[in-house]
C-alpha cells in the first residue's frame, strides 16, 4: 500500500521502503501507520538527513501558521484576546 493510500488506517504490522519516500509527510505517514514501533519493519538503508536534515520553507511555515492559531485560540478561551482580533484579522 502506497504511503499516502494508508492515511488513516492503523495496521497490526508495517513494512516501509523509506528510498521510495519524497518528504517529511510520507515518512511520517509511512512509519505512523503502525500500532506499535516493534512491529515496524524499514527494508533498505535510508538517509536519515531527510529525517532530520530539517523542514523545508512550506512547512515551517505551516507550523508557524499553526502556532499563531494556537496562541489565538488560547487567548479566546481564556478571554484574553483583544477585541480588535476578529476574523481573519
Same mark, same amino acid.
Given at each position: 500500500?502506497?504511503?499516502?493510500?494508508?492515511?488513516?488506517?492503523?495496521?497490526?504490522?508495517?513494512?516501509?521502503?523509506?528510498? *521510495? +519516500?519524497?518528504?517529511?509527510?510520507?515518512?511520517?505517514?509511512? %512509519?505512523?501507520?503502525?500500532?506499535?514501533?516493534?512491529?515496524?519493519?524499514? @527494508?533498505?538503508?535510508?538517509?536519515?538527513?531527510?529525517?532530520?536534515?530539517?523542514?523545508?520553507? *512550506? +512547512?515551517?511555515?505551516?507550523?508557524?501558521?499553526?502556532?499563531? %492559531?494556537?496562541?489565538?485560540?488560547?487567548?479566546?478561551?481564556?478571554?484574553? @484576546?483583544?477585541?480588535?482580533?476578529?476574523?481573519?484579522?
Amino acid at each position: 500500500m502506497a504511503a499516502y493510500a494508508a492515511q488513516g488506517h492503523m495496521m497490526d504490522e508495517v513494512t516501509v521502503v523509506l528510498n *521510495s +519516500l519524497c518528504n517529511h509527510h510520507a515518512y511520517y505517514t509511512a %512509519l505512523s501507520r503502525g500500532r506499535s514501533v516493534a512491529n515496524t519493519t524499514i @527494508l533498505q538503508g535510508f538517509d536519515p538527513k531527510v529525517i532530520t536534515g530539517g523542514a523545508s520553507g *512550506s +512547512l515551517r511555515k505551516e507550523f508557524r501558521e499553526l502556532q499563531l %492559531l494556537n496562541d489565538i485560540t488560547c487567548l479566546r478561551y481564556e478571554g484574553e @484576546l483583544d477585541s480588535s482580533v476578529q476574523g481573519s484579522t
